[in-house]
Every structure is written in structure tokens, then in C-alpha cells.
């Protein structure tokens, strides 16, 4: 009935097209649209200068706060999370999430530090790590590609058996024998800036070409957008749901590779809790930038927006639980922000 | 014929029903009566207004003017909503089955009804098992209540739908059903099942309006028929004594010469596309072939295997069996990107399938060419960039620019895209299903100029489309698809939509 009918049809028709005249239409969104679409991008930066002007002005934080001390703290203890936070953010742009980056990290971190300990050399303690990542990447993708299963439950799965194998490997004790030119790397500056946030930086530098100028990350984002338009150019969707993944696990590897050379120990619990705020960061970057679009620019800003504001408030003297309010609530925000941009762009 | 009927009292009475969308009359003051304990079928081809009619008993749309009286009870059409509908006693089963398979029998009729509940708010199983037990009983419904539904049969299914929209009607058979193309999705063998059960039902005094396209249903089921065409009521009649000629030639409003027409010479260049035999799903083996520059139609109703048919051309429904040439090269494509390689292209028939809306308009447009951009290790955006403003200007699309949302464009620019999408990688075989679907009459003269200018250029194109008069305007031949098959072709002056109308439903249902 529904398909056989012109006139419903032609209704159905105006039902779907949120605008009737569409050259008119369109002319208006380029020329208020530009003004709202750059308020929309820069509001997060923007917010971020702002929160950090605060924290910089405020008396109880003035003299700590702007200090460089402390300002290489925030970007140098932001560089495993943010690298963990491209990770998820890969799998992503398909629509897919990772909820085993974390996990992924701390069992990287506990292979590399044993076979460090063992007295491997650091080349081979970087491949262990980036492969145990990987191999993690390849079970992941293909529960989700060939199994079937949904990839909240896959990688939620595979967290769990990690965090197993790791307590299993470690007996739940810190691997603490780590040569000191590895810690040296995780706590050293190169002309004042801290080379774990150099690290970051090259990492974020490689996943936005691959996201912004490979057909890979333009393939991606596409399959995000619309499955089934996907497959119908041509698209092998199974297969880049499975690369994603392996990226996101071998990104992953090495953020646990950098943790160990940051943190000096592989400490068996240390995954666990860099998953949240990773995804929150994978989330709220599609409210920058690029607004609707999850984007490494985006994810850069949303970790430093609540590194900042949690570093400030604790300088403030604000009790270690309020973090977890910033957190949680940077997450929802994301997801809800995300969403308005998206709805937005597509006019529904 | 169910013989129940002959002076049974008004049921249902439509009066002076009236609806506009635009400038378009759907409905042009429409009245008839249903009688009570009949089956009275509803037919009309395509713009008839039937479908308007349904929603608006549904209360989905309100109507301009007129009533709906219901056994004495009276509403406004203005004034219908979904909620004054059932009040009234019309109970509604959709083409689309509404109901959930991998529940229980039981479960299926209580759910939307509620469940009988104990003082804790629990559900009562033995008392919604044995409600069950009796609601198939009465249904003639040969099921087990603790069953999953997806274990019946097709039409057991569909009936378990009726009871469930029927078994708490307060007298014995008050309320009105309203079955619109119950048969769509069922096989021929399901479709008798149903029909018996509907023919019971009406036999115990249910009154059933039968909305579908198959004929031969109409002649074996229905009491009377109503036809309607362009908004207008043209009959209702009695069926008994109906003949098939009679009903196609009151829906089209023309006379039927049920000859067929012969497949003439070919005026046109080399075969570009050769189907011999193909097989798969709905399709029951088609022979079918698309010479260059010429465009090919594919006239069928909902159901007939038109869309499958080109999905497996393209790749992306696997076919049992059958060969596919293009150029008198054998080709098997087992995914869309082979069929494209092999010079195919393919436009989906909902928007939704092809549509990035999220997207910018350039990178909509480059979906199906992105390799061509990718040299010395990045993507060319200078380049993309100014071959989507070419392509903008080339296929009409209206858009401030290409950096746009694909999703804030008009569906006719969002087509018209998607075409260039194609058009760009200048395929040897377009394939085009309902190319035209929801697109305004500017947008549609666009979109039928960029098909014949590919088609010179020497494309071979097929199109899909339920909409005859413009398969007629647009196409050299057309082939008639139903149940699968090819069952007839038109071409030259037998290319009217009336005829098209006439050898679709004439072949209609014939499996």
C-alpha cells in the first residue's frame, strides 16, 4: 500500500524534507549557519582558555596553578590517557566502541615491564607491547566481525579476561625493575615540554592523517554515517570494522609501553582506570572541532578541558572525589552535545 | 462468497470523505457502505486514494470533510485520531507484521491488551494461558499458547494478528476489520489458508474491509468491491458475476485486450547487459536483457522481486542460480565493489540506503570514487573540491556549497547527488530502483534528463519503478515483473501506464 500510492507518497516526501525551498533554505544556513558552526567548533577550546584563565586569577590558586611545574605535570600525565583516547576514538568513527583500551594498556604495560625486567632491550620491549595490543586488537575484531558479537559485549569481554591473565601473571604484585633510560624518557623535558606529551602529539599527528587523509579514515567515518550506503558503494564493512580494532589494540599497546616509562612500574590495577575517561575524551570530541564528528583535534581539547579543571580544582583544595563529578559528567555532556551537533547537521 | 451477507445491516458508512495535500484532490468527496458480516475488498491502482482513505480511518491523517459512522456511531472525518478510531470498533492489520516472533503464542495475544495480573502486580500464567487456549479456539487457530510465535506457519501468524486485534470485540463480531494487504509477504500456499479463515470468519458475522492489489483474492474471498480511482468513487458492486476483465478495466478505466504484446526488433546497439535464468529468493527466473543506450523498465508491485532482481545484478543479494554478461562477458559479482568494477552502478530504493546525511555534500558525492583522490599518500581535496563543484553544476543539485550537510538538502537535490554520485564513474549499466520516490515534479524532470543523457552517451539503464506513467514516459521498453518472473513487455505504442496497469495486475498473483 504504502509504496503504490503517489499522493501519500508526495506527502510522505514533504514529511522528509525539512525544507521546502532548499535554495533559499541552504543560502541562509551559509551565511548565519558559518557564525553558528564556528561558535559550535571553538565553544570547548574557548571554554578550556577560560577555565584556565580562572584557575591562573583565582587566589587560591594563582601562585600554583600558571606554575610551570604544574602545567608540565598536566600535559605530561595527560599523554597516556589521550593516547588511549585515539585508540577508542579509531573504532569509533565506525560506530564501534572499544570498551577494552584500558585493559588492552595495563596488560602492554605488564608484558613490555617483564620482559624489561628479563633484560630484554627497550626496541623489543616497545614491540611487545604494540603486538600484545595488536593480538588483543585481532580477538576483539573478529568476535565482532566474525562472531557476530556486539562490540559492547566483545571488548567488555575481552577486559575482563585481560584483567584475569594479568592478576594470573603478576600474582597481583607492581613489576618494579624497570631500567632507569626508560623511566628517564617518561619524566624528562626537551626544552621544557615533557616528551611523553611529544609522544602524544606524534600519535595524534599519525591517527588524524589516517582519519582525515587516507581513504581508510574517510571509509570509516562513511560506515559510521550509514551501513548500509556503505556496503552499497562498495565498502568491505567487515573488514574495517576488524582494522579498526586491531589499530585501537596496537594504539593501545603502546600507551602501555609509554604508562610504564611514565609511571616507572607496571602495576596490575593501573588499566582499569584510564577506560572512562579515555571513551569520555572519544565522546566529547565530536562537540569540537569538528562539531558531529568524532575528530582528533576533539579528543586532544576534551582531555585537556578536564585535566585542566581537574588539576585546578585540586589545587583548590577540592576534595579527590569531585574528579570523578568532572568525569562523569564531561561524559554525559559529550554524548549529549555530540548528539544536538549531529541531529543538527542532518536537520532531523 | 461467504452467502452470509445478502441483507446484512450498514456495518461501516463513509460519507462525502474529502482530503487534499497541496493542490492535489486524493480523495474527491468519497461515500460507500460496508455491511455487516461481509468482506468487501478495496481496490485501486495507483494515486486511486486508497491508501489515503485507510489512514484516515486509522486516524493516522484527518480528512477535509465527511463522516465515518460506525453501527450508528458517528465521527467527523476532520476530527479522526488513532484512539477515536478503535472507540469506534475499526480494528487495523498492516501489510507490516506488528507482531513478536520470538515470543509466545500467548504472549503475542496479550501484549498491546495487557496481561491478567495477580495482587502483586504478577502476571497470572495460568489465566493468560487459558484466555490463549480459548481466543485460538475461537480463531480456528491450530497453536499451542506456550508456542514461539515464529514457529507457525505465515498465515497462522497473520491470524494470530487478527485475534489479537479482534478478541476483545464486546459483542460477537461488532468491530470492523480492516486488512490492509494482508497477502503481500505471504507464499501462495499461506495465502489460501488465510483466505479460508477470513472466508470463517465473515461466515460468523465478522465484518472484514479487504484492502489489496491481487485480483484473483477479490474474486475468491469478496462479498463487494469498492473501487476508487484519482480520488473518485467509481463502483460498488456486488462480485458475484465479477470477472477479472471487469475489475482491471473498472480500476484502470479503460478496456482490457488481454493479448499480449510480442517482444519486436531491437531498433538499439549491442546487448550491454544479458540475466538468463536468475534465480534467488523472490526471484524465480528472469531472462532479461539492456542494450546500450537504451533504458529499460521494470514494472512491478510490491513483492514481485523487482528489487531483488537488481540487488543481484549488483552484487549484493547472492543469486541460486542463473548467468549474468555484461559486454557478452560472463561476470558472477559476489560483492557491490565487483559489480562496480565491472561497470555497474546501482541507486537503492530508499534514500536511507544511500544517503550519508551527516556528511558533506563533497564527500557524498566522492563515496564511490575516493581512490581517485589518493596519490602520493594523502587525499586530494583541492581536487575533490572542485570535481563536486563541477558536479553540482553538471546534475542540478541545489546547495550552497560543498561543504554542506547532505542532510539539510531536499530529497530531490539529495537524489539528484546520489545520481551524480553514480553518473561520475560514467557506468556501462545503471541500475535504478524507484529512482524518482518522494522526489518533487522539478527534481524529477531533472533527474529523467540526467538518465537519458547518460543513455546517449551509451550507458544501458534499468529502472525499477511501481509508478507506470513514468515508466511509460521515460522508458523504450518496459518489462512487467511479477511473481518473479518476466511476464510480459511492452514497447512502442503499447507503452501507456493504463496498459502497464493492466498486464501488472492481469499477471498479478499468478505463481
Same mark, same amino acid.
Given at each position: ?24 533554505? &541552504? ?220 589499530? &585501537? ?15 616507572? &612500574? ?83 | ?81 488513532? /484512539? ?60 499451542? !499458547? ?35 494487504? !494482508? ?19 465473515? /461466515? ?105 532482481? %537488481? ?87 541545489? /546547495? ?8 539539510? %538538502? ?16 560514467? !557506468? ?6 524507484? !529512482? ?76
Amino acid at each position: 500500500m504504502s509504496t503504490a500510492d503517489p499522493v501519500p507518497g508526495a506527502v510522505a516526501d514533504a514529511g522528509q524534507t525539512p525544507l521546502p525551498d532548499v535554495g533559499a533554505a &541552504s543560502r541562509r544556513s551559509s551565511s548565519s549557519g558559518g557564525v553558528i558552526r564556528h561558535a559550535e567548533a571553538y565553544a570547548l577550546p574557548a571554554l578550556l582558555v577560560a577555565v584556565a584563565i580562572l584557575f591562573s586569577v583565582l587566589p587560591s590558586t594563582s601562585d600554583t596553578f600558571p606554575s610551570m611545574p604544574n602545567v608540565q605535570t598536566i600535559v605530561g600525565n595527560q599523554s597516556v590517557v589521550g593516547i588511549i583516547a585515539l585508540a577508542a576514538l579509531i573504532p569509533l568513527v565506525c560506530n564501534q566502541f572499544d570498551l577494552s583500551v584500558g585493559a588492552t594498556l595495563g596488560l602492554s604495560s605488564i608484558l613490555s615491564a617483564s620482559v624489561l625486567s628479563s633484560g630484554a632491550s627497550i626496541p623489543v620491549a616497545i614491540v611487545v607491547g604494540i603486538a600484545v595490543g595488536g593480538a588483543v586488537g585481532v580477538v576483539n575484531g573478529l568476535l565482532i566481525t566474525r562472531a557476530g558479537v556486539n562490540a559492547v559485549i566483545a571488548t567488555l569481554g575481552t577486559a575482563i579476561v585481560i584483567h584475569g591473565i594479568v592478576t594470573w601473571k603478576t600474582g597481583g604484585e607492581s613489576i618494579v625493575d624497570i631500567p632507569a633510560s626508560v623511566t628517564n624518557f617518561g619524566s624528562a623535558n626537551t626544552l621544557g615540554v615533557p616528551r611523553t606529551f611529544v609522544a602524544l602529539l606524534l600519535v595524534a599527528l599519525a591517527v588524524y592523517y589516517l582519519l582525515e587523509h587516507t581513504p581508510f579514515g574517510r571509509y570509516l567515518y562513511s560506515l559510521g554515517s550509514n551501513p548500509s550506503a556503505a556496503r552499497l558503494v562498495g565498502l568491505n564493512t567487515n573488514r574495517l570494522v576488524f582494522q579498526s580494532f586491531v589499530a &585501537s589494540g596496537m594504539l593501545s599497546g603502546a600507551a602501555g609501553v609509554l604508562q610504564l616509562a611514565r609511571s616507572g &612500574s607496571a602495576s596490575p590495577q593501573v588499566g582499569e582506570n584510564f577506560t572512562l575517561p579515555a571513551l569520555a575524551a572519544a565522546f566529547l570530541s565530536a562537540a569540537a572541532i569538528r562539531p558531529g564528528r568524532f575528530n582528533v583535534g576533539g579528543v586532544i581539547i576534551a582531555i585537556f578541558f578536564v585535566a585542566v579543571l581537574n588539576s585546578g580544582l585540586n589545587l583548590a583544595g577540592a576534595a579527590a572525589y569531585v574528579s570523578d563529578f568532572v568525569n562523569g559528567i564531561a561524559l554525559i555532556a559529550g554524548v549529549a552535545l555530540s548528539a544536538a551537533f549531529g541531529r543538527g547537521r542532518t536537520g532531523q | 462468497m461467504t452467502g452470509a451477507t445478502a441483507g446484512g445491516a450498514v456495518a461501516l458508512r463513509l460519507h462525502e470523505i474529502e482530503k487534499s495535500f497541496g493542490q492535489t484532490r486524493a480523495l474527491k468527496g468519497v461515500s460507500f457502505e460496508v455491511k455487516g458480516g461481509e468482506i468487501h475488498a478495496l481496490l485501486g491502482g495507483n494515486g486511486s486514494g486508497k491508501s489515503t482513505l485507510v489512514k484516515i480511518l486509522a486516524g493516522v491523517y484527518n480528512a477535509d470533510g465527511g463522516s465515518i459512522e460506525v453501527r450508528g456511531h458517528r465521527l467527523r472525518a476532520e476530527a479522526t485520531t488513532p /484512539a477515536a478510531a478503535q472507540a469506534l470498533g475499526l480494528r487495523f492489520v498492516h501489510q507490516q507484521p506488528s507482531t513478536f516472533p520470538d515470543m509466545s503464542v500467548a504472549e503475542n495475544l496479550s501484549l498491546g491488551r495487557g496481561f491478567e495480573t495477580g495482587v502483586g502486580r504478577n502476571i497470572r500464567w495460568r489465566t493468560v494461558r487459558a484466555r490463549a487456549r480459548a481466543v485460538l479456539d475461537r480463531f480456528g487457530i491450530d497453536a499451542d !499458547p506456550g508456542q514461539p510465535l515464529g514457529a507457525l506457519g505465515a498465515a497462522e501468524q497473520t491470524m494470530v494478528e487478527i485475534a489479537r486485534a479482534l478478541q476483545d470485540q464486546e459483542g460477537e463480531s461488532d468491530d470492523i476489520l480492516v486488512l490492509d494487504e !494482508p497477502t503481500a509477504s505471504l507464499p501462495a500456499p499461506e495465502v489460501k489458508i488465510l483466505l479460508d479463515a477470513l472466508r470463517r470468519y465473515a /461466515a460468523d458475522g465478522q465484518t472484514i474491509v479487504y484492502v489489496t492489489h491481487r485480483l484473483e483474492e477479490v474474486l475468491a474471498v469478496a462479498d463487494r468491491v469498492t473501487v476508487l480511482r484519482d480520488g473518485d468513487h467509481i463502483a460498488t458492486v456486488p462480485c458475484e458475476g465479477l470477472t477479472h476483465d471487469a475489475l482491471v478495466e473498472l480500476i484502470v478505466g479503460r478496456s482490457v485486450d488481454s493479448v499480449f504484446p510480442e517482444s519486436g526488433g531491437e531498433r538499439h546497439k549491442n546487448v550491454a547487459l544479458e540475466v538468463r535464468g536468475l534465480r534467488g529468493g523472490p526471484v524465480t527466473g528472469v531472462d532479461l536483457t539492456v542494450r546500450s543506450g537504451e533504458i529499460v523498465g521494470l514494472a512491478g508491485l510490491v513483492g514481485s522481486g523487482r528489487s531483488s532482481l %537488481l540487488r543481484m545484478i549488483f552484487g549484493d543479494l547472492r543469486p541460486d542460480a542463473g548467468v549474468l554478461e555484461l559486454d557478452g562477458a560472463v561476470i558472477a559479482p559476489r560483492t557491490p565493489l565487483q559489480a562496480m568494477n565491472a561497470g555497474i552502478a546501482y541507486v537503492p530504493e530508499t534514500r536511507s540506503d544511500a544517503a550519508f546525511a551527516d556528511m558533506t555534500l563533497a564527500e557524498n558525492l566522492s563515496a564511490a570514487s575516493v581512490p581517485s583522490y589518493w596519490r602520493g599518500g594523502r587525499l586530494h581535496s583541492r581536487a575533490e573540491r572542485a570535481d563536486t563543484l563541477r558536479l553540482i553544476e553538471a546534475f542540478a543539485v541545489k /546547495a550552497a556549497g560543498p561543504g554542506i550537510a547532505f542532510g539539510t %538538502l531536499s530529497g530531490g537535490n539529495q537524489q539528484k547527488a546520489i545520481l551524480g554520485r553514480w553518473l561520475r564513474r560514467d !557506468p556501462r549499466v545503471l541500475l535504478l530502483d524507484e !529512482p524518482t520516490h518522494g522526489v518533487d515534479v522539478g527534481a524529477r524532470i531533472e533527474i529523467y534528463a540526467t538518465i537519458r543523457r547518460a543513455v546517449d552517451a551509451g550507458a544501458a539503464v534499468l529502472v525499477a519503478s511501481s509508478d507506470f506513467e513514468e515508466l511509460a514516459g521515460l522508458c523504450d521498453r518496459v518489462a512487467v515483473i511479477s511473481g518473479g518472473r518476466i511476464v510480459a513487455e511492452a514497447k512502442g505504442a503499447e507503452l501507456g501506464s493504463d496498459r502497464l496497469q493492466q498486464l501488472a495486475y492481469t499477471n498479478g498473483g499468478e505463481q
